[in-house]
C-alpha cells in the first residue's frame, strides 16, 4: 500500500466521503490521529468549507494552548479536497454522507470498484444496517461501521459496528484506527441504530414531544434534563447540534426496523424538518444560530 513518508513516519492515507457536520469532525480527528486526510464531496465548495472550519477550529485550539503553532500548520498540510478517485490510494475510506441507504450503497458500489483489496470501508451511518451496506460491495469482510459522535474531534467515543461479515482483522483495524485518533472503541452488534442512539434518540425525540404537548418551553425541556439528570446539554439543544433530519432519519429507522409504536417520531419533529428546520447547521432549529454557529437564543416560533 503507497503511503507517504513524512518527518520519519509512514503517514497511512485516509478518504472521508462527505464534508458535512460530521465529514468535517472526522477528517478533522483523523488528522489529530496522523493521517493524510482526503476530503470528498459532490456539493459544490462543501469540502472547502470545512477545510476552512477545521482551520478555524485549530486555530482556536493553538490560541488556548491546546496544540502548538507547529500541530496546527502540520495538520493542515495533511488535509486536501479530493476527487472520488483518489480513495484508490487509500488504506481506509469513511463514509459520512446524507443518512440515506441508496445514497450510500451507490457510494460504495462506486467506492468499491477503485480501492484494492486491503482496503477498509467504514460507515459512519447512524441507523443504516452494517449488513445491509456492506452487501454493496465486494469485500464484506472490510466492511465496518465507525460510528462517531457530534461533535468528532471532541466526543470521546466511536462505536464500532460489526456486520454480519465483518472480519476479526477488520474490527481489530478500526479499533486501531480509532485508538489512534485518540477515542475510546466500544464494538456493538448491527441491531437497528446500534447501541447509543437507541439510548439518546428516543429521548431527543421524547423532548420534542414534551415540546408539542405544551408540558413545557424549551428553556424548560433543556434546564430539566440540565439540572436534574446532570446532562451537559439539553434534548432540544442536542437535537439541533444532531440534525433534525438526522435524529428523524433514526426514531423512523428504529419504529420501521423493531414495528413498535415507542419509536414514533414526534409530528413536531416531522414538520420541523419539512419545513426546513434542521438544527445548527442550518442556522435554524429550536434555538436560532448566526453564521458562526452561536447560539442566539430560542426560535421565536417557540417564544
Ligand atoms: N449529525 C450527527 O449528529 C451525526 C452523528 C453521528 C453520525 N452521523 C451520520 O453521519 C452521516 C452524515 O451526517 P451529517 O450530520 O454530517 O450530514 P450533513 O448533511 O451535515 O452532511 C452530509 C454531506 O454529505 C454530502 N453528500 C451527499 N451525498 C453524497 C455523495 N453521494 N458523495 C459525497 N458526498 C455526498 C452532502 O453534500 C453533505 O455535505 C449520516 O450518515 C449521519 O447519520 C451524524
Known amino acids: 500500500m503507497k503511503k507517504y513518508f513524512n518527518k520519519g513516519f509512514f503517514v497511512e492515507k485516509l478518504f472521508v466521503a462527505g464534508a458535512g457536520t460530521m465529514g468535517s469532525g472526522i477528517a478533522q480527528t483523523a488528522l489529530q490521529g496522523g493521517y493524510q486526510v482526503y476530503l470528498f464531496d459532490t456539493a459544490d465548495g462543501a469540502p472547502e468549507r470545512a477545510i476552512a472550519a477545521i482551520k478555524g477550529r485549530l486555530e482556536r485550539s493553538v490560541e ?3 496544540i502548538s503553532a507547529d500541530d496546527q500548520a502540520s495538520m493542515m498540510k495533511r488535509i486536501e479536497t479530493a476527487p472520488l478517485r483518489a480513495a484508490a490510494d487509500c488504506s481506509i475510506v469513511i463514509e459520512a454522507v446524507f443518512e440515506n441507504a441508496e445514497v450510500k450503497s451507490a457510494l460504495f458500489k462506486q467506492i468499491d470498484a477503485l480501492v484494492n483489496e486491503k482496503t477498509m470501508l467504514a460507515s459512519n451511518t447512524s441507523s443504516i444496517s452494517i449488513s445491509a451496506l456492506s452487501a454493496s460491495v465486494s469485500r464484506p469482510e472490510r466492511f465496518i461501521g465507525a460510528h462517531f459522535f457530534v461533535p468528532a474531534p471532541v466526543m470521546k467515543l466511536v462505536e464500532i459496528v460489526r456486520g454480519l461479515s465483518t472480519s476479526d482483522e477488520t474490527v481489530a483495524r478500526a479499533k486501531e484506527m480509532a485508538g489512534r485518533m485518540g477515542k475510546t472503541a466500544i464494538v456493538v452488534k448491527d441491531m437497528p441504530c446500534f447501541l447509543v442512539n437507541r439510548l439518546v434518540d428516543p429521548l431527543v425525540n421524547e ?26 446539554m439539553g434534548p432540544l439543544e442536542l437535537i439541533d447540534l444532531m440534525g433534525l433530519d438526522v435524529a428523524l432519519a433514526v426514531m423512523e429507522t428504529l419504529r420501521h426496523d423493531f414495528g413498535d409504536p415507542k419509536y414514533r417520531p414526534s409530528t413536531l419533529l416531522r414538520r420541523m424538518v419539512n419545513a426546513g428546520f434542521l438544527g445548527k447547521k442550518n442556522g435554524k432549529g429550536f434555538y436560532c444560530y448566526d453564521e458562526n454557529g452561536k447560539n442566539t437564543g430560542v426560535n421565536p416560533l417557540f417564544k
Open 207 to 232: 423532548g420534542v414531544q414534551l415540546l408539542e404537548e405544551g408540558v413545557g418551553s424549551v428553556e424548560a425541556i433543556d434546564t430539566g434534563a440540565k439540572l436534574a439528570l446532570n446532562h451537559p
Open 64 to 66: 488556548k494552548g491546546r
